[in-house]
């Protein structure tokens, strides 16, 4: 027993003497994002990197296709990257994609950017001061204070991203020249000019020419293995699915108008729990949403006020006046809502007329509902009570001139000029007080 434990010991040995002594290659992460850069994409990037680093990943691999994105969340992804102890390396695919704006910034902060045939990259002004610099101002004063506001964002993106390049050794002339002159470049012409350090077909072929490759990671160097590395697609977890739907500013926009009508639904009809409880769950998401993305708070307090002046017109008098001002301030609210051009973090105008016209309708049938209980006739009250026929259920034994009857589901007192008896049928003609007067108004009704 002892000689065979020998026999596989020295086995083991030799396998490690034959592979240099060297660990097995570590897996490879692949990484997806196919859209505009924002929260649920920050996180998305963030939390695998962590993830990547526990599990003992080599490398991962960013596939990218976006069109730009928020400021914010791009700089949260390059802090991740530039802190991330496993390598990430950037990867334009398929054929067709681009990095453009953020995505041209995300590039150039990775370990490695490498690009597809037929991709492009660049156009990395920012997009918040409202077009290009030089743009011609309608109004001097104005202009002049737009483009000091330009020039500052511009300034501050181009130093940005030429930190970015001197950091991992790229071109940071024309990283410059993206930002000031919103240029763009193809792979190929972008290989020639060290804006990016590999083009490969497709991933696997990326694969075998970063194999061997030393990348300084974290102020250490580190060489990669990927020729013969195990490939591990992490996709997005629900907890990003969820975010990246509800940090849509269209999405958040109708979890607002939900919310609000839920919880007036639920004030309407007390007790019902599925207004109130839908509501709530709507208007905490949309509020959540809202604080991750960049809106205006003037835009904010238009939508709050228009669905408030849409809701008491349900409660005021004013024949839609108060209804169709909030209308109005909801527009104007949610076309000012999100405080930036980033491509995909607009509200499409249809939506915005779509729920326009639905709160439109729903004023209209509350103001008519309105109008057509104004033409009902009195069934309650002193105006209900005068005119109506009861029935006498008691008649005082010591006066039969008075009794009590049942009116409106109450007991009341009632006097007569003739007689009363049990079961009449008697009309009422004016009231004092708690005590009514009547008048025969059919025959006794005969009992057993």
């Given at each position: ?13 030799l ?13 490879v992460?692949v ?26 990943a ?9 069109p ?16 991330s ?31 597809a ?15 290009l ?9 104005k ?10 964002q511009?300034n ?24 000031r ?9 972008a ?11 497709d991933?696997?072929?990326l ?8 990348l300084e990671?974290a ?35 109708i ?14 009809i007390p ?6 409880v839908?509501?709530?769950?709507c ?25 408030a ?12 006046v ?26 499409p105008l249809v ?5 326009a ?15 057509k ?19 006498v ?46 008048s ?9």
């Amino acid at each position: 027993m002892i000689a065979r434990c020998w026999r596989w010991l020295l086995v083991l040995l030799l396998l490690g003497i034959m592979s240099g002594g060297q660990a097995a290659p570590g897996a490879v992460w692949v990484l997806d994002i196919d859209e505009a850069i924002g929260p649920a994409s920050a996180d998305y990037l963030v939390r695998s990197l962590d993830q990547a680093q526990a599990q003992g990943a080599q490398l991962v691999v960013l596939r990218m296709d976006t069109p730009g994105g928020l400021d914010g969340a791009m700089r949260q992804m390059i802090k991740a990257i530039l802190a991330s102890p496993v390598p990430v390396a950037t990867y334009v695919a398929p054929s067709g994609a681009r990095a453009a704006s953020a995505g041209t910034y995300i590039l150039y902060a990775s370990h490695v950017a490498a690009m597809a045939p037929g991709t492009n990259l660049g156009a990395a002004t920012p997009v918040q001061i409202g077009g290009l610099p030089g743009a011609p101002k309608d109004d001097k004063a104005k202009g002049s204070n737009d483009e000091t506001l330009a020039h500052k964002q511009v300034n501050d993106a181009a130093a940005y991203i030429r930190g970015l390049a001197q950091l991992r050794g790229r071109n940071a002339d024309w990283a410059e020249k993206a930002v000031r002159e919103a240029v763009s470049l193809p792979a190929s012409e972008a290989l020639r000019l060290n804006v990016i350090d590999q083009i490969a077909d497709d991933l696997p072929t990326l694969l075998r020419k970063l194999d061997g490759k030393t990348l300084e990671v974290a102020g250490q160097p580190r060489q990669l293995q990927t020729a013969g590395a195990s490939l591990v697609e992490h996709l997005p977890d629900w907890r990003t699915r969820l975010l990246a739907v509800i940090t849509n500013p269209s999405v958040a926009l109708i979890l607002i108008m939900i919310g609000v009508y839920g919880l007036l639904f639920e004030f309407m009809i007390p007790g019902s729990t599925v207004g109130g409880v839908v509501g709530g769950i709507c208007l905490l998401l949309a509020l959540y949403a809202l604080q991750l993305l960049p809106v205006s708070f003037a835009g904010v307090a238009l939508i709050l006020l228009g669905i408030a002046f849409m809701i008491a017109e349900a409660f005021l008098p004013s024949f839609g006046v108060v209804g169709f001002g909030g209308i109005v301030a909801f527009v104007f609210g949610a076309l000012i809502l999100i405080d930036t051009d980033a491509p995909g973090f607009g509200i499409p105008l249809v939506l915005i007329g779509t729920l326009a016209v639905l709160s439109a309708l729903l004023i209209g049938g509350v103001l008519a509902m309105a109008l057509k209980a104004r033409q009902r006739a009195l069934v309650s009250g002193d105006a209900g009570l005068v005119g109506s026929l009861v029935t006498v259920t008691q008649v005082m034994a010591a006066d039969p001139l008075r009794g009590v009857v049942l009116a409106q589901g109450e007991q009341w007192q009632v006097q007569c000029p003739t007689p009363l008896q049990a079961g009449q049928r008697v009309r009422v003609t004016a009231r004092h007080g708690v005590m009514l007067d009547v008048s025969a108004a059919a025959p006794a009704t005969q009992g057993d």
